[in-house]
């Protein structure tokens, strides 16, 4: 059974960093492509980064683009969310989630597309 932990939330002032690390337990971390998401209340869970398999591919939402990075250690059964530059809107519960796929697979965007989903972790990018 997977099981995804995020951690590494925290508050941070606008212009820190953060890094979100995600554990992954109960299957082999390298059949899966792994993505973060995150949502603030009162809206739609939105997609933030994602990573294939293989790490050969990798997607960013518009918003982080140069900002972000997502990394992963499969053989730690880690992955990371290395957030730079943050800003007051970058303010949500961030969430990890899997998909099981093949090798070739490219990252997936859509969060319909995960399965598994980890129970989230709190930013908070204020003065």
């Known amino acids: 059974q997977v099981q995804l932990v995020e951690s590494g939330g925290g508050l941070v002032q606008p212009g820190g960093s953060l890094r979100l690390s995600c554990a992954v337990s109960g299957v082999q971390l390298s059949r899966y492509g792994m993505g973060w998401f995150r949502q603030v209340p009162g809206k739609e869970r939105e997609f933030v980064a994602a990573?294939?398999?293989?790490?050969?591919?990798?997607e960013f939402a518009d918003s982080v683009k140069g900002r972000f990075t997502i990394s992963r250690d499969n053989d730690r059964k880690m992955v990371y969310l290395q957030m730079n530059s943050l800003k007051p809107e970058d303010t949500a519960v961030y969430y990890c989630?899997?998909?099981?796929?093949?090798?070739?697979?490219?990252?997936?965007?859509?969060?319909?597309?995960?399965?598994?989903w980890g129970p989230g972790t709190q930013v908070t990018v204020s003065s």
């Open positions: 989630a899997a998909r099981q796929t093949i090798l070739t697979v490219p990252a997936a965007r859509d969060q319909a597309d995960y399965r598994y």
């Open positions: 990573i294939s398999r293989s790490g050969s591919s990798i």
